[in-house]
């Protein structure tokens, strides 16, 4: 069995909404599955002593053309909201719960939560707003809001990310084939490319 692409992203990277609306049928086409993986890019900012990409001198204004020119250019719905950039923690508490139980659940809630920030524009840092949203969709019930602080739950985030940075991923959206990382949304061409010629 061909092994899935690992699909790491923060919820609260642009660039990484912009690959969920491609990574699944780019690995449909090379008879691979994406396994979505969230990560938190606050705790890997710890680490490689980054900041929020739109908060940065000179490149953040550059960031804000640059996702509305691609969001046109591919024909996709785009904003950025008002509160920025989110607390993406409880929502990707919220779909290891759901992955842990339902993986077509959790990626319904995955496409969910991009497309509330990045269409709708709303804010899912708060909890309650996560837990909101999960049942609006009837994906859930009352028993989210104790999930989203259940210690498996929390342990099984932190064990994420930790992994995702042991294998050397340090940004959204990273595409992670067998052990060839690349980094960005600009780089599923390559991916594709490599994909297509099994590697160079």
Not at 2 to 23: H, K, N, R
Not at 94 to 115: E, H
């Amino acid at each position: 069995m061909i092994a899935p692409l690992d699909f790491y992203f923060d919820f609260s990277s642009p660039y990484g909404y912009l690959a969920s609306l491609e990574i699944d049928e780019l690995a449909a086409r090379h008879g691979r599955a994406a396994r979505w993986r969230p990560i938190l890019l606050g705790v890997v900012f710890k680490t490689t002593g980054q900041s929020p990409l739109l908060d940065q001198p000179l490149r953040g204004p550059y960031a804000r053309r640059d996702l509305a020119r691609t969001a046109r250019e591919l024909g996709v719905p785009f904003r950025l909201p008002d509160i920025f950039p989110i607390n993406a923690m409880a929502a990707s508490r919220a779909y290891y719960w759901f992955d842990s139980q339902d993986p077509a659940k959790a990626r319904a809630f995955a496409q969910g939560v991009f497309a509330a920030i990045f269409v709708e524009g709303r804010d899912l840092g708060p909890p309650a707003n996560v837990i909101a949203l999960a049942r609006d969709a009837g994906l859930a019930g009352p028993e989210i809001a104790d999930a989203l602080n259940d210690t498996a739950v929390k342990d099984r985030l932190r064990a994420e990310v930790d992994a995702a940075m042991a294998r050397g991923v340090f940004g959204s959206p990273v595409i992670m084939v067998d052990d060839e990382p690349f980094w960005g949304f600009d780089h599923l061409p390559q991916v594709e490319r490599w994909l297509t010629r099994g590697g160079w």
